[in-house]
């Protein structure tokens, strides 16, 4: 909202908002290492004291755009060392199915955070000035740091860094990890189908301000409910799936919610570009982006899938390509979207984003579906479990 307020540009925007996930292309697979070189507590709470600092940064009024968004560059490359760092921890903690439900809470439980984040800081941003909306994130992530220096076990490193009698290289583990999906046809379909389709159902995000501003004639509070829509629907569908069903049956189901994750976002495109404004059309749009997240929480058996698939000495290496390409390919999905944005109406382009969208899962739903049942072949079992 605040670069969109001093610019009036999609693309701008969407580029704000993409940069929060390209770090993960530019970085993911080797900072992520850093939860393996250091004690995870250490890492958890480092990261988040420097992205309070960070952020605060930004609030400063008057800072240039170019060193805001280099200042929300540094903050989001914050992120692999402590998404793996907790990831890890977890399953220092977790085991089998404890950890596969506990890998379900934990994507509900992030759901249920960008909720209240979009919905509240929408609220904010419309009676404070977004400097100050800023300051109170960079509170935030201080408040994290001290419950986490205050409460978390602490446990030493998990590496001393030595392999076969020599340094280890993050380049190796990197490669490995690509070496081990390049050949395991499962994995390569889990992640084809979770990149491919996440690229399509995430990107009307990174057009929301100007989609809600100019074709539906909203406010900054309608922003952040917009944002939030989808979150919300991704949590009540997870919660169904994870208590309701087995995890034979929610992988039985990952196609026809996959079409349910992006035909609303087709139909809330024709509906916005069509319509017009009034706030009947952004309750019809809301609710077509909720109903798009409940079919959006097939990444939770997807999740379980892919965990179950790794052999445990493989999966830090395999999931820090896997999620540094997820967050990659959210990136891009929404400057393309940003881009088409200038030229384009934004409802047009959330169409075209849902309508292309159904026909690129095709080829990766066919390959999901022929591959279940298949494992890693030729990776060692046992050693370190960094999902």
Known sequence: MLVYQRTSSPLLSAVTFAISYLPWLLGGPLLSTLADRFPRHRVLIATDVARALLVTGMAVPG??????????????????????ARSALMA??????????????TNVGSQVAQVVGFALAGALV?????????????????????????RLQRRPAPSDGEEDGGPR??????????????????????????????????????????????????????????????????????LVLARVLTQARRERL?????????????????????????????????V????????????IP?????????????????????????YAVQGVGVLLAGLLAEGLRPGVVVALVGGVGLLAVVAPLASYVRTQGHVAPGAPTGGPSVS
Not at 92 to 105: I, Q, W
Not at 126 to 150: H, K, Q, R
Not at 302 to 326: C, D, E, I, K, M
């Open 92 to 105: 220092d903690v977790l085991d089998g199915d404890r950890y596969a439900v506990a890998t379900s809470l």
């Open 254 to 286: 990952v196609p026809a919610l996959v079409v349910l994750s992006l035909a609303p976002v087709l139909t809330a495109g024709l509906v916005t570009a069509v319509g017009g404004p009034g706030r009947g059309a952004y309750v019809l749009v809301l």
């Open 126 to 150: 419309a009676v404070l000035e977004p400097s100050t909306v800023l300051l109170l994130d960079a509170a935030t992530f201080a408040v994290s740091a001290g419950w986490l220096w205050g």
């Open 169 to 238: 290289s993050v380049w190796r583990d990197a490669g490995e990890g690509l070496r081990l999906i390049a050949r395991t046809p499962r994995l390569r379909a889990i992640i084809a189908l979770t990149w491919v389709g996440t690229l399509f159902a995430n990107a009307a995000e990174g057009i929301a301000a100007p989609l809600v501003v100019e074709d539906l004639g909203e406010g900054s509070t309608q922003v952040g409910l917009f944002l939030a829509a989808n979150p919300l629907g991704v949590t009540l569908g997870g």
């Open 63 to 84: 800072t240039p755009l170019p060193a805001l968004l280099a200042l929300l560059l540094v903050v989001s490359l914050c992120a692999p060392p402590f998404e793996s």
């Open 302 to 326: 997807l999740n379980v899938a892919f965990v179950q698939t790794v052999p445990a000495a493989y999966r830090g290496r395999a999931f820090g390509v896997a999620v540094s390409g997820l």
């Open 288 to 299: 077509l982006v909720f109903v798009a997240g409940l079919g959006a929480a097939w990444t």
